[in-house]
């Protein structure tokens, strides 16, 4: 299965710099949701302070009749917003679902950086998010960093901390994909943030929240919607194939 994906859209558009506290209970980031459309996603963007640069990326898949490779309708899968004018201000990267319930705000990526001796202290950032968060469900902290884990819905979600909890890139849909293959039961993990800090004071911080059930549940839709349009292919291929007479 192959994922072509084309920027198709940069625009200025506007944002808050995240604080410490950004995310809230509700689980949002910056006033973005997750289960919000493309549409509502963007007007929290453009309701921000007009020095970021939004893309918006567009996917299709690619599927076979038997013979030949044909591509599904495409469909937004990411936007990634920047700011033009401040090297300090977070980068978010928003992932939405893909058809046949297209367009549904499923992962939400993170990445900030700190001039160096600007940034929170450790202990500033790890109160505001208790504060926000209520105690963590897992610390994975090491020397230098501090790594927690939050599963609001479910604190009962099988956990791996070998697997599964990591961040890449800002990259949210291949932690959630990757959450999801690690825990073998996402069906019972609800929402999930997990927010890793470095250093004191902090110089860098990057967090992913997912709905780690939703997530599973659309991707399982996806690939079973491109198992049936497959079939319908080969199908169409076939039926054609016996109405044709050869040439002896």
Known sequence: MNIVKNAFAAALLATASLSTAAFAASHDVAGLKLGMTVEQAEAVIKGWDGAYQAQI??????????????????F??????NSTTDGYKPNYTLSFSAPPEAGKLVAIGVQNGYELGKGPSAKVMYDALVEKYGKETLDLSLTGHRRLEWFFDNADCPKDPKQGLRLVNNAPHQYAKHFEKATKSAEKCGAHLSYLFQSDPVTQSQAVLVDV???SRLDKATQAWLDGLEGKAKKEMEDNASKVKPVL
Do not use: C, M, P, R
Not at 76 to 81: N, P, Q
């Open 76 to 81: 937004v899968s990411e936007i990634k917003a």
């Open 57 to 74: 990326f567009d996917a299709q898949f690619d599927y076979t009749n038997g013979q030949q490779t044909l591509k599904t309708d495409k």
């Open 213 to 215: 059930t939703e997530f």
